[in-house]
């Protein structure tokens, strides 16, 4: 059974700093896997998606890695803004017979202060 | 588009009633998935569907819960006889899978927080 987890669980900066947000999983074989951001009180919003074949993917200041053999995926945020104030969620898809079946992990929150 | 639209955005009902959650995913997908989210389980895949039929609900808690998806723009999920236990909010998402396989980024309705007293 894949199981997924988050280090830190809670994470508070400075405005402007550069941070990693970490996520590993137990069963290396994923199809694909996906960083979210949840504001309080809302639904997630995909943030990147990152394909089994790909070593990372970025967007804007948000770069996300893989490295499935060692089970661990990392988000880095450059540049933290108090607007990056969040809670991020690390989701795998192990696929297979489970197509589409996401396993999420607890979540870090995230708050970066002025 | 609108993106994935739920109802309600609150629920409040007492124990021993029927709850019925609503969603219309985004047109064109053909992936749909209900989640629910509480404190001590985080987000649990409760079933999922792939061209309104169901694949997956080896989620779903109990025989309370079951799912629907009479057409490819609209779901429920529905809660009978609804227990305190229940309380917790349910979302739901979509995503558009291409043939072969599931590659698409999954996209997440508001929620639905649902209080049974």
């Known amino acids: 059974k894949q199981e997924v987890t988050q280090i830190p669980a809670a994470l508070s900066v400075p405005e402007g700093e550069n941070l990693v947000l970490n996520c590993s999983f137990t069963?290396?074989?994923?199809?694909?896997l996906q960083w979210f951001r949840q504001d309080p009180g809302k639904g997630l919003t995909s943030l990147l998606l990152?394909?089994?074949?790909?070593r990372e993917q970025t967007s804007g200041r948000l770069n996300a890695s893989l490295d499935k053999s060692s089970g661990r995926s990392t988000l880095y945020i450059a540049a933290s803004q108090p607007g990056d104030s969040a809670t991020y969620l690390c989701a795998v898809n192990t696929g297979g017979t489970s197509y589409g079946k996401l396993t999420f992990g607890q979540g870090t929150i995230l708050t970066v202060h002025p | 588009d609108a993106g994935v639209i739920q109802s309600p955005r609150h629920e409040v009902t007492e124990m021993g009633q029927e709850v019925t959650l609503r969603c219309k995913p985004i047109s064109g997908h053909d992936y749909l998935f209900w989640y629910r989210q509480t404190m001590m389980r985080g987000l649990e895949l409760l079933i999922y569907f792939n061209n309104n039929v169901p694949i997956d609900d080896s989620g779903m808690p109990e025989d309370r819960f079951s799912a629907k998806m009479p057409n490819a723009s609209f779901s429920t999920l529905k809660i009978q006889p609804s227990e305190p236990r229940d309380s917790a909010v349910y979302f739901c998402?979509?995503?558009?899978?291409?043939?072969?396989?599931?590659?698409?980024?999954?996209?997440f309705g508001p929620g639905t927080r649902l209080l049974v007293l």
């Open positions: 069963d290396s074989a994923i199809y694909n």
């Open positions: 990152i394909q089994s074949s790909q």
């Open positions: 998402a979509s995503s558009l899978g291409l043939a072969g396989g599931f590659r698409e980024t999954q996209y």
